[in-house]
């Protein structure tokens, strides 16, 4: 009887020690937006000339910022955190996309001053290319070159209408005509 008692108590302590490994592995896979956790002490947001044939076709090239860049605003924290959130919620994508791939907004995380990620949008293809993971389930992850980034097919309208409003209210000349 007191092995019984005493394996029982054993599987038990085993049993929670499991539970609570679990717990602490659900809550870390929910916390994986790679944009909230970022630590970013500014982000700044550009209007810069994504074209093809001038082979300009990221907000960042060779760690600086492009050359291209038309305008670029400063976002706030609540603009910060509204974006992350965006990026990351599963209603924000789903729409059809194209081949085409000129941005011409750009969106560039900082921390010290340095270059710790950039997302590149191209309304006209409607596709983001980002160096940082964005949702696991929706994203492929390509390379070019020394350079490994994430990109994301079909921006859905909420996205779209919102990253839109934030452009029409700084005076971006890439809006949509939603």
Do not use: W
């Amino acid at each position: 009887m007191k092995y019984y008692i005493c394996n029982t108590l054993k599987t038990t302590k085993l049993f929670l020690l499991f539970l609570i490994g679990l717990n602490f592995s659900l809550k870390s896979q929910k916390s994986c937006n790679a944009f909230k956790n970022l630590q970013a002490d500014s982000v700044i947001m550009y209007d810069f000339g994504g074209i093809l044939e001038d082979n300009i076709t990221s907000i960042v090239e060779n760690n600086k910022v492009s050359s291209s860049v038309t305008k670029k605003v400063k976002l706030n924290k609540k603009n910060i955190y509204k974006i992350s959130k965006l990026l990351y919620a599963k209603k924000s994508y789903g729409g059809i996309s194209s081949l085409c791939f000129e941005p011409h907004l750009g969106l560039v995380y900082y921390k010290a001053n340095q270059i710790i990620g950039y997302i590149n949008v191209c309304f006209i293809c409607n596709r983001l290319y980002s160096t940082l993971p964005m949702n696991e389930k929706l994203q492929s992850k390509e390379r070019q070159g020394e350079m490994q980034y994430y990109i994301i097919d079909g921006m859905g309208e909420y996205l779209k209408q919102e990253l839109n409003n934030l452009l029409i209210k700084n005076n971006f000349s890439h809006t949509l005509k939603l």
